[in-house]
C-alpha cells in the first residue's frame, strides 16, 4: 500500500530523470537507499530523497568517485544542510560558467590571431582548456566548503554563549577606524559577514586563504558587503605584503595547519606595525573531548584527527611559543559548552574531520545515526576549551 507522501520507485526514477536501475544500484552501494521498503519488496522514495538524489547527480557531474559521494551524502538531511548544499552548488555552477566564458573568449581571441596572422597563445589556452584542473579545483572547493560549513553550523546551532564565536573574536581583534588588517586563512568569511554592521567604514581588509576555490567564493561574497575588503589567494608562510604594513593580524584557527610556524611567526611579524597586535586563536585537549569518545565507543579504531593540532600550536603551549617572537603575550577564553539535540549536524561534524573516521562509518551510516541520536535524544554535552591569543609586536 502506498504511503502518503512517498513514491515508488518508477514514479520515482521518472521525477528524477534516472532508470530504477541507477536507484537499485545506488541501494546496493548504500549511496541512496529507499526510505521505505513494502512487504512486496516496493520502494519507496521521499522528497527528501530526490534531494538528495540532486546532490549525488551534481557530484557526478563534477566527476567525484562514488566511494567519495557517498561519504559527500551521509551528512544529513535537515532543513540547513540543504540550504548550505544548494549554495554550494550555486557558486560551483557560477564558477564553472565564468571558466567556460573565459575559455570561450580565449577561442575566439586565437581565431581573431589566426585570422590576421598573429601569434596565438597556445599555452594560455591549453591552460583555459583544461577539464581536469577545472573538475580537481570544483571538487576540492566543494569538500572545503562543505566541511567548513559543517563545523560552523554545529558550533552556532547548539552553542550556550550567546555572543557567538565570530562576534566574539571580532570583539577581541578591537578594529579601529582606520586601521589596516590581515586575515590568514579567511574560510567563508563567516568573521566579517557576521560583523558586517562593526566594521569601520575607513577600515582596509584583506583576507587571505591557500584555496583559490575558497578565496573566489568568499571574495564574491564579501563583495556585497560595501567595504574595502580584498581576498587574495596566499601562503602564511610566504605574505606579500611590505614590512609594517598592518596594524592588525587575525588567524583563526589556522596556525596550527602550518607546516613551519616559525617562518610564519616572522612572516607575521615582519608585515605588523610597531605596536601592531595578532589574534591567533586555538583550542586545547579538552575541546570536544566528548565527540572522540562518543566515535571510538561506537568503533575504537576511529581517529578523527590524524594530527593532534594542540600539540603543535595550542592553548597550552602557544604562548610560550609566541613569546620569542611578540611581546605581552594573553589569553583570553571563550566560555562556552554545546548540548547537542540533533544527530544530523553532529554527523556531519564528525565527517567533515581530518581522520579515518569515513573508513568505518560511511557503510553503517545508519547503525551509526541510530547510534547517536539515542546520544543526542538526551541532550549530548560537549565540552569547548577555546580561545585565543593576543599579542603584540616587540
Given at each position: 500500500m502506498k504511503k502518503d507522501g512517498y513514491y515508488a520507485s518508477g514514479k520515482f526514477a521518472e521525477m528524477a530523470h534516472v532508470t530504477k536501475k541507477?536507484?537499485?544500484?545506488?541501494?546496493?552501494?548504500?549511496i541512496l537507499k529507499p526510505s521505505h521498503v513494502a512487504e512486496n519488496g516496493t520502494r519507496y522514495y521521499t522528497d527528501n530523497?530526490?534531494?538528495?538524489?540532486q546532490q549525488i547527480l551534481f557530484l557526478k557531474y563534477l566527476s567525484f568517485p562514488l566511494s567519495d559521494i557517498?561519504?559527500?551524502?551521509?551528512?544529513g538531511t535537515?532543513?540547513?544542510?540543504?540550504?548550505?548544499?544548494?549554495?554550494?552548488?550555486?557558486?560551483?555552477?557560477?564558477?564553472h560558467i565564468e571558466q567556460m566564458i573565459l575559455m570561450k573568449k580565449s577561442i575566439q581571441e586565437a581565431r581573431e590571431a589566426i585570422l590576421e596572422s598573429r601569434e596565438v597563445n597556445w599555452s594560455e589556452m591549453l591552460r583555459l582548456s583544461n577539464a581536469n584542473e577545472l573538475e580537481q579545483k570544483l571538487k576540492t572547493q566543494y569538500v572545503n566548503s562543505s566541511n567548513i560549513s559543517a563545523r560552523i553550523h554545529l558550533h552556532s546551532a547548539y552553542s550556550e554563549n550567546k555572543e557567538g564565536w565570530f562576534p566574539w573574536l571580532y570583539r577581541m581583534a578591537d578594529i579601529k577606524p582606520g586601521e589596516r588588517v590581515l586575515e590568514l586563512g579567511c574560510g567563508d568569511g563567516s568573521l566579517w559577514t557576521q560583523?558586517?554592521?562593526?566594521?569601520?567604514?575607513?577600515?582596509?581588509i584583506i583576507l587571505t586563504d591557500i584555496s583559490d576555490g575558497i578565496v573566489r567564493e568568499t571574495g564574491k561574497k564579501l563583495a556585497e558587503l560595501n567595504h574595502d575588503i580584498q581576498c587574495q589567494v596566499m601562503d602564511a608562510h610566504h605574505i606579500y605584503a611590505e614590512d609594517g604594513s598592518f596594524d592588525v593580524v587575525i588567524a583563526n584557527h589556522m596556525l596550527f595547519y602550518c607546516e613551519d610556524l616559525e617562518?610564519?611567526?616572522?612572516?607575521?611579524?615582519?608585515?605588523?606595525?610597531?605596536?601592531?597586535?595578532?589574534?591567533?586563536?586555538?583550542?586545547?585537549?579538552?575541546?570536544?573531548?566528548?565527540v572522540s569518545k562518543l566515535v571510538r565507543e561506537f568503533d575504537d579504531r576511529i581517529i578523527l584527527s590524524a594530527d593532534v593540532l594542540f600539540d603543535k600550536f595550542g592553548k597550552d603551549n602557544g604562548g610560550a611559543q609566541l613569546s620569542q617572537y611578540f611581546s605581552e603575550v594573553s589569553w583570553q577564553q571563550f566560555e562556552d559548552s554545546l548540548t547537542v539535540t540533533k544527530p544530523e549536524p553532529l554527523i556531519?561534524?564528525?565527517?567533515?574531520?581530518?581522520?579515518?573516521?569515513?573508513?568505518?562509518?560511511?557503510?553503517?551510516y545508519h547503525d551509526f545515526y541510530n547510534f547517536v541520536k539515542k546520544k543526542t535524544d538526551r541532550g549530548f554535552a560537549i565540552t569547548k576549551d577555546a580561545g585565543a591569543f593576543i599579542t603584540t609586536v616587540k
Amino acid at each position: 500500500m502506498k504511503k502518503d507522501g512517498y513514491y515508488a520507485s518508477g514514479k520515482f526514477a521518472e521525477m528524477a530523470h534516472v532508470t530504477k536501475k541507477t536507484l537499485r544500484y545506488y541501494d546496493a552501494q548504500n549511496i541512496l537507499k529507499p526510505s521505505h521498503v513494502a512487504e512486496n519488496g516496493t520502494r519507496y522514495y521521499t522528497d527528501n530523497d530526490f534531494a538528495k538524489l540532486q546532490q549525488i547527480l551534481f557530484l557526478k557531474y563534477l566527476s567525484f568517485p562514488l566511494s567519495d559521494i557517498k561519504e559527500l551524502t551521509v551528512r544529513g538531511t535537515d532543513q540547513d544542510f540543504w540550504l548550505e548544499s544548494l549554495q554550494m552548488q550555486t557558486s560551483l555552477l557560477d564558477e564553472h560558467i565564468e571558466q567556460m566564458i573565459l575559455m570561450k573568449k580565449s577561442i575566439q581571441e586565437a581565431r581573431e590571431a589566426i585570422l590576421e596572422s598573429r601569434e596565438v597563445n597556445w599555452s594560455e589556452m591549453l591552460r583555459l582548456s583544461n577539464a581536469n584542473e577545472l573538475e580537481q579545483k570544483l571538487k576540492t572547493q566543494y569538500v572545503n566548503s562543505s566541511n567548513i560549513s559543517a563545523r560552523i553550523h554545529l558550533h552556532s546551532a547548539y552553542s550556550e554563549n550567546k555572543e557567538g564565536w565570530f562576534p566574539w573574536l571580532y570583539r577581541m581583534a578591537d578594529i579601529k577606524p582606520g586601521e589596516r588588517v590581515l586575515e590568514l586563512g579567511c574560510g567563508d568569511g563567516s568573521l566579517w559577514t557576521q560583523n558586517v554592521n562593526l566594521i569601520p567604514d575607513n577600515a582596509s581588509i584583506i583576507l587571505t586563504d591557500i584555496s583559490d576555490g575558497i578565496v573566489r567564493e568568499t571574495g564574491k561574497k564579501l563583495a556585497e558587503l560595501n567595504h574595502d575588503i580584498q581576498c587574495q589567494v596566499m601562503d602564511a608562510h610566504h605574505i606579500y605584503a611590505e614590512d609594517g604594513s598592518f596594524d592588525v593580524v587575525i588567524a583563526n584557527h589556522m596556525l596550527f595547519y602550518c607546516e613551519d610556524l616559525e617562518k610564519v611567526f616572522s612572516e607575521i611579524r615582519r608585515v605588523l606595525k610597531p605596536g601592531g597586535r595578532m589574534i591567533c586563536s586555538t583550542y586545547s585537549s579538552r575541546h570536544m573531548q566528548e565527540v572522540s569518545k562518543l566515535v571510538r565507543e561506537f568503533d575504537d579504531r576511529i581517529i578523527l584527527s590524524a594530527d593532534v593540532l594542540f600539540d603543535k600550536f595550542g592553548k597550552d603551549n602557544g604562548g610560550a611559543q609566541l613569546s620569542q617572537y611578540f611581546s605581552e603575550v594573553s589569553w583570553q577564553q571563550f566560555e562556552d559548552s554545546l548540548t547537542v539535540t540533533k544527530p544530523e549536524p553532529l554527523i556531519a561534524y564528525i565527517l567533515s574531520c581530518h581522520g579515518n573516521q569515513n573508513r568505518y562509518i560511511v557503510d553503517k551510516y545508519h547503525d551509526f545515526y541510530n547510534f547517536v541520536k539515542k546520544k543526542t535524544d538526551r541532550g549530548f554535552a560537549i565540552t569547548k576549551d577555546a580561545g585565543a591569543f593576543i599579542t603584540t609586536v616587540k
